[in-house]
């Protein structure tokens, strides 16, 4: 895992696998639908029995994991590269755990492929004035060994954004709540990637307002926001109602708007450029799904899979 930096880094079109497995002396088709994938290694879950597994794309090794919440709805992947080590973070929701007045909490659990034998449940922290509310959770999940649980409740002025952030090496969560005066209106401020830190922002006259987190550990906010002309935007006035920004890389924006065609609602993707203050692409989400740019690996796990294949 050391040297994966080093390897050339390849673009691979990633699908569902179909198998045909022996159980118990038949022959199923068990179809495996792809979670997550980084660094080499792919989450997997069948369709029919259930079962969580990782693969090796480039060794087509796997490992079989142990059953995690039954009400999980996402699994991540995170590669150490220097010491090799390999976490798997399930998210679930749970209406059971510390619910008052309908209140539904995210839940995490970890597993260590080298050293755990089963999940490990994690205290979810949850600060006073989120403890009798009903609210909303958006979750995002970035590839900076940090998950972001965003929280935000209440209406009108007393609106509260929370971010719960989750350090997967340390296993520490750290709480965040972002300043009342950036945003004229919290309730309706987008969640954003901004180059692997979350940031909040608003479109207001045409221009992209953002606010960042930099650093989740030291409570630390961006003193000023980020102000970025969206010029685009008087240039195509039919897409005037942007549904979100997802994502700022490479001083690039993605946008994303809801288009209906017919009798199919679409997602239009555009990206735009901030220094030439151009949209470079415009494309229909889905049109690229399953291509991903990735660096072969050749990492091994350390011991067998936690009870092999059990539908055999």
Partial sequence: MKHLSRNKVVT??????????????????????????VAGLIVEKGETSGKYRLRNFTTQEIFYLPSPH????????????????????????????????????????????????????????????????????YELVFRNETIYNVRKDGDGLNVYVDVCSFDI???????????????????????????????????????????????????KWSETKIVIPLTFLKENPDIKKLDCVSICYSNKLCFYLEHKDGDDNQVLQFVYDIQSRKL???????????????????????????????TK
């Fill in 70 to 137: 039954e009400d999980t709805y996402d699994i991540s992947c995170h590669c150490n590269n220097l010491s090799g080590e390999i976490k798997l973070v399930s998210t679930y929701r749970d209406e059971n755990i510390n619910s008052r007045e309908g209140f539904v909490l995210d839940g995490y659990e970890v597993l260590n492929i080298d050293r755990d034998d089963k999940w490990r449940p994690l205290k979810f922290p949850i600060p006073e004035k989120f403890q009798t509310k009903q609210r909303a959770t």
């Fill in 12 to 37: 691979v079109y990633f699908e569902d696998k179909v198998e045909s497995l022996d159980v118990h002396g038949t022959i199923v088709e068990e179809k495996f639908r792809i979670m997550d994938a």
């Fill in 169 to 219: 090496e340390s296993e520490r969560f750290f709480n965040n709540t972002l300043p009342h005066g950036f945003f004229s209106n919290l309730s309706k401020v987008m969640v954003i990637d901004w180059d692997g830190c979350v940031a909040f922002g608003d479109i207001v006259e045409e221009k992209l307002n953002v606010v960042l987190l930099e650093n989740h550990k030291m409570h």
């Fill in 280 to 310: 470079i692409e415009r494309r229909l989400v889905g049109s690229g799904l399953g291509k991903r740019c990735v660096r072969p690996s050749v990492v091994t796990f350390k011991r067998n899979a936690i009870g092999e294949d059990q």
